[in-house]
């Protein structure tokens, strides 16, 4: 009896630690479907924007900024790093018709701002402060004490999600995102303003990102320059599996993967865990290829 309840508690304490990060999944994913809804690219530098974000928290507080203030100054900044990223390193690329080379000036991006993470604040791993609650804060759930970080990063992330969705189906921003996303061109000359939609999509995208590393770090209690890159290879599977467009596809998709990671780790291996986007990718993608909530798209030829 004693040792079916410790199984059990196990078992509910790997669903909350994996519906946490699977959230952060989710909310790095939505960041990623609103550039790729508005420009068709796929940033992949948007790991090492969220490490910039969590980098700033991190070191802001540890030279005595106010907490609110680094994470306002942390925010701003990957905002403001998304932007110059669409107008140096997307756009130019975008007005060649048929080119993919915004594929390597994202990631050199991304890599650019790994190498300068490292060169300002070091390769080693900084210590990431409780800016939620503190790490030896727990809650007793159905009989498993589980971290209160893990609740408010997921309750806080699926807030966030479900924010966005609300507010893309019922804003003028929202509305002016999709009729970008369906016809770029019929939306410029309905009289939408397709640049600004643009670098707000990525502004938007920049704040996700820093939310986003923020939660993560205050999860894992570190952060160091690389590792934003496998945070971004999980965030784009959740994307993909979910549907490419569908915010709430991103949050099926995103929980589903971070319970099978932590369920496959803490009962197999954390090694096996890191095979399981993969799988689930190759396993939907075969299935429905555009993804959960995905919906086919109609090729004008």
């Known amino acids: 009896m004693a040792e079916s309840i410790k199984t059990m508690v196990f078992f509910l304490q790997m669903v909350f630690a994996g519906l946490s990060v699977g959230a952060v999944y989710a909310l790095i994913a939505l960041g990623l479907n609103l550039t790729f809804w508005t420009t068709r690219v796929l940033n992949f530098g948007q790991g090492s924007v969220l490490m910039i974000g969590a980098m700033l928290t991190a070191v802001l507080i540890g030279y005595g900024v106010n907490l609110l203030l680094a994470v306002l100054i942390a925010l701003a900044a990957t905002c403001l790093v998304l932007i110059v990223t669409e107008m140096v390193a997307i756009r130019p690329l975008l007005k060649a ?3 993919m080379g915004w594929v390597v000036s994202t990631l050199g991006v991304g890599v650019f701002l790994q190498g300068l993470a490292s060169l300002v604040f070091g390769t080693q791993a900084v210590a990431f402060p409780d800016v939620l609650f503190s790490s030896s804060a727990t809650l007793q759930i159905f009989g498993a004490w589980v971290s209160v970080q893990y609740i408010a990063v997921f309750v806080i992330s699926v807030v966030i999600v479900g924010l966005m969705e609300l507010f893309l189906r019922r804003s ?8 970008v996303a369906h016809d770029r061109e019929l939306a410029s000359l309905m009289g939408i303003p397709v640049r600004k939609v643009v ?16 939660l993560v770090s205050q999860i894992s209690g570190t952060v160091d320059p690389g590792f934003g890159l496998h945070l971004l290879i999980l965030a784009f599977v959740a994307a993909v599996v979910g549907g490419m ?3 709430v596809g991103a949050l099926i998709a995103g929980l589903g993967l ?14 096996a865990a890191q095979t399981v986007a993969f799988v689930l990718l190759v ?4 299935v429905r290829p555009q993804g959960l909530l995905g919906k086919k798209e109609m090729v004008k030829v």
Do not use: C, H, Q
């Open 97 to 99: 018709g048929g080119s």
């Open 172 to 179: 003028t921003w929202g509305y002016g995102v999709r009729a």
């Open 199 to 214: 670098l707000l999509s990525f502004a938007v995208s920049g704040l996700l990102a820093g939310v986003a590393g923020i």
């Open 245 to 247: 467009g569908s915010a």
């Open 258 to 271: 971070g319970v099978l990671e932590k369920l496959i780790a803490g009962y197999y291996s954390p090694a």
């Open 283 to 286: 396993a939907v993608l075969a």
